[in-house]
């Protein structure tokens, strides 16, 4: 079971502005916070009690009170795993304690990924993809990756996907679908403008509209008709999160093992096919 700071630091995406203050002093000053009240603690995190109490909630706790003994017992001499070694990397860790911080975080957000992830909306993806004539798919920057594999692994389900990697052919993309389509978008903060640009534009022309975010209140989330919510940890080293191309790809890795499934009459044939080109293709090299 995932301890209180490391569902802190993984949930930490999912806050909003004022809930993350309070994470922010929870994680950087846990042995105070464990002795706090709810007016200490909202008045070091320059937040209402109100909001406080909305923090421990959204992190999974049902009030201060659940929430603060869990913390106390978590910090108690006694527990085997030290808290820092579920902290953000320090100057003073050498590679070992690096090495085992990052890969706690990649562990703890997978872990948390499905505490966030709304089955019913996952179903509903699962649904929209099997049921789609064609499905565009939109993501620019550091998702372009994860989208062109995407893209790869719809395909070997016997899903006709679109994609390019030109934000101006997302666009074009998104304006050619029609009704009983399906436009796709990725983006870690829910407010790329390109991505949006082309959700809107597949609205517009009558798609359903998919979107993986680890925000579930940005733009993005908003806009679209079925939202799909990744975890992710935080570091300050990296401009962004870095563990959400891993959470996406094991995300991904679940949509299309429940659409071969689902498909399984179309895919299994497709599938064989595909192992047969490839083994081909080995045999040549």
Same mark, same amino acid.
């Given at each position: 079971?995932?301890?209180?700071?490391e569902?802190?630091?993984?949930?930490?995406?999912?806050?909003?502005?004022?809930?993350?203050?309070?994470?922010?002093?929870?994680?950087?000053?846990?042995?105070?916070?464990?002795?706090?009240?709810?007016?200490?603690?909202?008045?070091?995190s320059?937040?209402?009690?109100?909001? +406080?109490?909305?923090?421990?909630?959204?992190?999974?706790?049902?009030?201060?009170?659940?929430?603060?003994?869990?913390?106390v017992?978590?910090?108690?001499?006694?527990?085997?795993?030290?808290?820092?070694?579920?902290?953000?990397?320090?100057?003073?860790?050498?590679?070992?304690?690096?090495?085992?911080?990052?890969?706690?975080?990649?562990?703890?957000?997978?872990?948390?990924?499905?505490?966030?992830?709304?089955?019913?909306?996952?179903?509903?993806?699962?649904?929209?993809?099997?049921?789609?004539?064609?499905?565009?798919?939109?993501? +620019?920057?550091?998702?372009?990756?994860?989208?062109?594999?995407?893209?790869?692994?719809?395909?070997?389900?016997?899903?006709?996907?679109?994609?390019?990697?030109?934000?101006?052919?997302?666009?074009?993309?998104?304006?050619?679908?029609?009704?009983?389509d399906?436009?796709?978008?990725?983006?870690?903060?829910?407010?790329?403008?390109?991505?949006?640009?082309?959700?809107?534009?597949?609205?517009?022309?009558?798609?359903?509209?998919?979107?993986?975010?680890?925000?579930?209140?940005?733009?993005?989330?908003?806009?679209?008709?079925?939202?799909?919510?990744?975890?992710?940890?935080?570091?300050k080293?990296?401009?962004?999160?870095i563990?959400?191309?891993?959470?996406?790809?094991?995300?991904?890795?679940?949509?299309?093992?429940?659409?071969?499934?689902?498909?399984?009459?179309?895919?299994?044939?497709?599938?064989?096919?595909?192992?047969?080109?490839?083994?081909?293709?080995?045999?040549?090299?």
């Amino acid at each position: 079971m995932a301890s209180v700071l490391e569902k802190v630091s993984a949930l930490y995406t999912s806050l909003n502005e004022a809930e993350r203050r309070v994470a922010d002093f929870v994680l950087n000053h846990p042995e105070e916070a464990r002795g706090c009240s709810v007016i200490h603690l909202s008045d070091r995190s320059g937040v209402s009690e109100t909001t +406080v109490v909305r923090f421990c909630r959204s992190i999974g706790f049902k009030g201060y009170a659940d929430f603060k003994l869990a913390l106390v017992a978590e910090l108690a001499p006694h527990r085997e795993a030290p808290p820092e070694l579920h902290g953000d990397v320090s100057t003073e860790d050498d590679l070992p304690r690096l090495v085992q911080k990052v890969v706690n975080m990649d562990v703890q957000a997978l872990a948390s990924t499905m505490e966030l992830l709304d089955v019913t909306q996952f179903e509903l993806a699962v649904d929209a993809l099997a049921n789609a004539r064609r499905v565009a798919i939109f993501g +620019v920057g550091s998702s372009l990756p994860v989208c062109m594999d995407l893209q790869y692994r719809l395909q070997r389900c016997g899903v006709n996907t679109l994609f390019s990697v030109d934000d101006h052919m997302q666009a074009i993309n998104a304006a050619l679908l029609q009704p009983g389509d399906v436009g796709l978008a990725v983006s870690y903060s829910g407010e790329s403008r390109e991505t949006i640009d082309s959700v809107e534009l597949a609205k517009e022309s009558g798609a359903q509209t998919i979107c993986v975010t680890s925000f579930r209140r940005s733009s993005l989330a908003k806009l679209c008709d079925i939202c799909l919510i990744t975890s992710a940890g935080r570091t300050k080293w990296l401009d962004e999160n870095i563990t959400v191309r891993l959470v996406q790809l094991a995300l991904f890795d679940a949509l299309c093992v429940a659409l071969a499934r689902l498909k399984r009459a179309e895919a299994m044939p497709l599938l064989e096919r595909i192992a047969r080109a490839v083994e081909h293709k080995r045999r040549q090299s």
